[in-house]
T-cell receptor
Framework: RKEVEQDPGPFNVPEGATVAFNCTYS??????FFWYRQDCRKEPKLLMS???SGNEDGRFTAQLNRASQYISLLIRDSKLSDSATYLC???????????FGPGTRLSVLP | DAGVTQSPTHLIKTRGQQVTLRCSPI?????VSWYQQVLGQGPQFIFQ???????GRGNFPDRFSARQFPNYSSELNVNALLLGDSALYLC?????????????FGEGSRLTVL
């Protein structure tokens, strides 16, 4: 079993749609959690951190369920510019190892 | 300020050859880590260096080695290249050793092994 797993995708949604991505992790000692975004043939960039209390940044909401070892990302009112691959990232071993999931590709269609 | 810079951006090698990839972190960042990204997958952790010492190593064979220089730049070396080493090699820098979640990536070095 992979350490971090994500919805296989791709997700093809119309503009304005709400889309949710799921991520599970296997290491219960994981300490920190993040979502990164990677545009086609570009480097990954931090989208947002994920906190146990849940956090929101504009149209984006991230949630963490430590008991279920589950992380989610919700995107509301999708824009064409949201088209990218979304990578779930888990940190353990005192920050020495960032473990990336395989990513879920999103295409927002006009 | 300049971001993370990597060189070369693209290179083609043949099986059995050796390759050296270079990375300059953001000014003031002391930690550099290397990742391998195969098409369609997420980045896989190879090494982390902080203050010129190896602080973490992923599940890669000994053919992979790296080092960090006094100016915090870094090199990744891969010996005896295999076809399966074809990938995008990403360098990321961060200010501190302990992860805060913000890794700043370079655009990568795309290696093709024939």
């Amino acid at each position: 079993r992979k350490e971090v797993e994500q919805d296989p995708g791709p997700f093809n949604v119309p503009e304005g749609a709400t889309v949710a991505f799921n991520c599970t992790y296997s290491n219960s000692a994981s300490q920190s959690f993040f979502w990164y975004r990677q545009d086609c043939r570009k480097e990954p960039k931090l989208l947002m951190s994920v906190y146990s209390s849940g956090n929101e940044d504009g149209r984006f909401t991230a949630q963490l369920n430590r008991a279920s070892q589950y992380i989610s990302l919700l995107i509301r009112d999708s824009k064409l510019s949201d088209s990218a691959t979304y990578l779930c990232v888990v940190i353990h071993n005192y920050g020495q190892n960032f473990v990336f999931g395989p990513g879920t590709r999103l295409s927002v269609l006009p | 300020d300049a971001g993370v810079t990597q060189s070369p951006t693209h290179l083609i090698k043949t099986r059995g050859q050796q390759v050296t990839l270079r990375c300059s972190p953001i000014s003031g960042h002391k930690s550099v880590s290397w990742y391998q990204q195969v098409l369609g997958q997420g980045p896989q952790f190879i090494f982390q260096y902080y203050e010129k010492e190896e602080r973490g190593r992923g599940n890669f064979p000994d053919r992979f080695s790296a080092r960090q220089f006094p100016n915090y730049s870094s090199e990744l070396n891969v010996n005896a290249l295999l076809l399966g080493d074809s990938a995008l090699y990403l360098c990321a820098s961060s200010r501190d050793r302990v992860g805060t979640g913000e890794l700043f990536f370079g655009e990568g070095s795309r290696l093709t092994v024939l």
